[in-house]
T-cell receptor, first 114, second 112 residues
């Protein structure tokens, strides 16, 4: 079955430190991949997406993600975390281009220490 | 931000009562979706629509029905609410089935 896994439920980093959030997918073909961020009490905001082409994708707020087919991964990175990055992050895969059915990971909550 | 509104934003209801949540968009997007968000599960697709009067089931559709009589509105109905349907419900829209989905602000539903 198609699935998206985020192995880390909760991550704490110090402000200014680098960040990497992990995402693994299970899908026969190369899916369309997304990272969303959700601040407390808010909806989901798109950070970046990968459809095809360059495997390193740049997004908003200084985030980037790298698609690695050999590892079935799409990890999210940021070189220097700001306190405002504290939020919940979701990785998602689009498994049907005709239906738009997104499968989400369980989410990773990021806490930023001053 | 995509023009998506959800109403109500908060609702408390009792077990066995019917509940309808509304999603309204101003983007004229063809596809609309309803998800529920629960701790430890991320978001799970309930139903989606690929056009007026065209809908299909998602991963967790039992106990829910939807209707779409106009491009801009997508309604989610709980015919007889149960406590297991206490959740945060998100609507999303996209131009195409393979396109990016944009999310509404969510509706927090509590079933007592």
């Amino acid at each position: 079955a198609q699935s998206v896994t985020q192995p880390d439920i909760h991550i704490t980093v110090s402000e200014g430190a680098s960040l990497e959030l992990r995402c693994n997918y299970s899908y026969g073909a190369t899916p369309y991949l997304f990272w969303y961020v959700q601040s407390p009490g808010q909806g989901l905001q798109l950070l970046l997406k990968y459809f095809s082409g360059d495997t390193l994708v740049q997004g908003i707020k200084g985030f980037e993600a790298e698609f690695k087919r050999s590892q079935s991964s799409f990890n999210l990175r940021k070189p220097s975390v700001h306190w405002s990055d504290a939020a919940e992050y979701f990785c998602a895969a689009l498994t049907g281009s005709n239906t738009g059915k997104l499968i989400f990971g369980q989410g990773t909550t990021l806490q930023v220490k001053p | 931000d995509a023009g998506i509104t959800q109403s109500p934003r908060h609702k408390v209801t009792e077990t066995g009562t019917p509940v309808t949540l509304r999603c309204h968009q101003t983007e004229n997007h063809r596809y609309m979706y309803w998800y529920r968000q629960d701790p430890g599960h991320g978001l799970r697709l309930i139903h989606y629509s690929y056009g007026v009067k065209d809908t299909d089931k998602g991963e967790v559709s039992d106990g829910y029905s939807v209707s779409r009589s106009k491009t801009e509105d997508f309604l989610l109905t709980l015919e007889s609410a149960t406590s297991s349907q206490t959740s945060v419900y998100f609507c999303a829209i996209s131009e195409s089935g393979g396109g990016t989905q944009y999310f509404g602000p969510g509706t927090r539903l509590t079933v007592l």
